[in-house]
């Protein structure tokens, strides 16, 4: 779904279009949360067409036409980790960030939070493997996941947790 910088819907476009040509467009990121207050992370299938292998945060994923986010977001955590948590806004972010020469990501993101209690069921087609970590310690140049972070999960650790 196409976006205006003010989230309203303007038109459709596929979603490999979308990130081809750099449209903004509406999107989804859920991160759940331990009880210890770990960030569930997940590494994402090899077979993704972008930032494939690269870590990002418990789940992202795109609204169909009339979803509403909320309801995407909840769609996408079952989709891809076989996870059912009650989620709560945690407001938005608009970002910019080159995927590779030929993908480029613009999007307005709505931001969800819940809480991982342990059990899950990945989709292989869409998470290789998952993992558990503070966000201010991913930050720190010691954490051997900096380097392979999706472009969108760097920016989220940079504007929501960097001091």
């Keep these: 779904m196409l976006v205006d910088d003010d989230d309203h819907p303007y038109g459709m476009a596929e979603k490999i279009e979308a990130h081809k040509s750099g449209l903004l467009h509406r999107a ?14 997940q590494r994402r299938s090899a077979s993704k067409y972008h930032a494939a292998g690269l870590w990002a ?4 994923g795109h609204p169909r ?3 509403l986010p909320i309801d995407a977001a909840v769609r996408r955590l079952q989709e891809e980790l076989g996870i059912h948590s009650e989620l ?8 910019e960030a ?3 020469e030929e993908m480029k990501e613009n999007e307005y993101v709505h931001l969800f939070t819940g809480c991982f209690t342990g059990a899950y069921s990945l989709n ?12 201010r310690s991913i930050l720190s140049g010691d954490s051997p996941l900096r380097s ?14 960097k001091v």
């Design 28 to 41: 989804i990121s859920v991160f759940l949360f331990d009880k210890d207050g770990r960030l569930l992370l």
């Design 57 to 60: 945060n418990s789940c992202c």
């Design 65 to 67: 036409p009339g979803e």
């Design 88 to 95: 709560s806004s945690w407001g938005h972010i608009c970002y």
């Design 98 to 100: 080159t995927i590779n």
């Design 124 to 135: 292989p087609d869409e998470v290789s493997e998952i993992q558990l970590e503070y966000p």
């Design 148 to 161: 392979s972070l999706t472009p969108w999960f760097k920016i989220y650790l940079d504007k929501l947790w």
